[in-house]
T-cell receptor
Framework: GAGVSQSPRYKVAKRGQDVALRCDPI?????LFWYQQALGQGPEFLTY????????KSGLPSDRFFAERPEGSVSTLKIQRTQQEDSAVYLC????????????????FGDGTRLSIL | GDSVTQMEGPVTLSEEAFLTINCTYT??????LFWYVQYPGEGLQLLLK?????DKGSNKGFEATYRKETTSFHLEKGSVQVSDSAVYFC????????????FGAGTRLAVHP
């Protein structure tokens, strides 16, 4: 597709369940980012992939959060043993890069997955 | 560490009024600066950007100038429309590498006819 696609759009889970959120970046985009947006707040960085390599996971709030991008395109963010504080919108973004880890090319965001933990 | 501070909302204006949303930043060096907009039920869209001091980003009638002296990147529009109602986020490109964005908390704008 033309843009970043995320699924599901909405996810409701009971506390303690595992969830998986999917991101399809723009075709050919090397860089992929995950952000977490709590209600009424700005997005906060979770993790970054360059192709299949996870180069920065400094924003992951706990070891219950795990992300992968095994073939350098689609990415999955997994949250194990969900807690109520995990309720948020999870945003995926992708960008092209001219090489290396540094680029001023803009990040293109998907519409996000709204996760609600009951 | 790097951070972004935006004026709190909501900002409520009448159609055709002048808009200013303040944004200041703290960063090492001179990061690229951005304004993103989030319309109801939609994802973030890049509105404009500036990559160096004194650059002016502009798009759809919105403007923002990168002011190194005051570490600011205020968003302005001369005449707002109802369709501009959205949440606006100021962001910087983290200087520590890997191009992650650091966002402000967002400012909600409501424009009434």
């Amino acid at each position: 597709g033309a843009g970043v696609s995320q699924s599901p759009r909405y996810k409701v889970a009971k506390r303690g369940q595992d969830v998986a959120l999917r991101c399809d970046p723009i075709s050919g985009h090397v860089s992929l980012f995950w952000y977490q947006q709590a209600l009424g707040q700005g997005p906060e960085f979770l993790t970054y992939f360059q192709n299949e390599a996870q180069l920065d996971k400094s924003g992951l709030p706990s070891d219950r959060f795990f992300a992968e991008r095994p073939e350098g395109s689609v990415s999955t963010l997994k949250i194990q043993r969900t807690q109520q504080e995990d309720s948020a919108v999870y945003l995926c973004a992708s960008s092209g890069t001219t090489g290396g880890g540094y680029s001023n090319q803009p990040q293109h965001f998907g519409d996000g997955t709204r996760l609600s933990i009951l | 560490g790097d951070s972004v501070t935006q004026m709190e909302g909501p900002v409520t204006l009448s159609e055709e009024a002048f808009l200013t949303i303040n944004c200041t930043y703290t960063a090492t060096g001179y990061p690229s600066l951005f304004w993103y907009v989030q319309y109801p039920g939609e994802g973030l869209q890049l509105l404009l950007k500036a990559t160096k001091a004194d650059d002016k980003g502009s798009n759809k009638g919105f403007e923002a100038t990168y002011r190194k002296e005051t570490t600011s990147f205020h968003l302005e529009k001369g005449s707002v429309q109802v369709s501009d109602s959205a949440v606006y986020f100021c962001a910087l490109l983290y200087s520590g590498g890997y191009n992650k964005l650091i966002f402000g908390a967002g400012t909600r704008l409501a424009v009434h006819p």
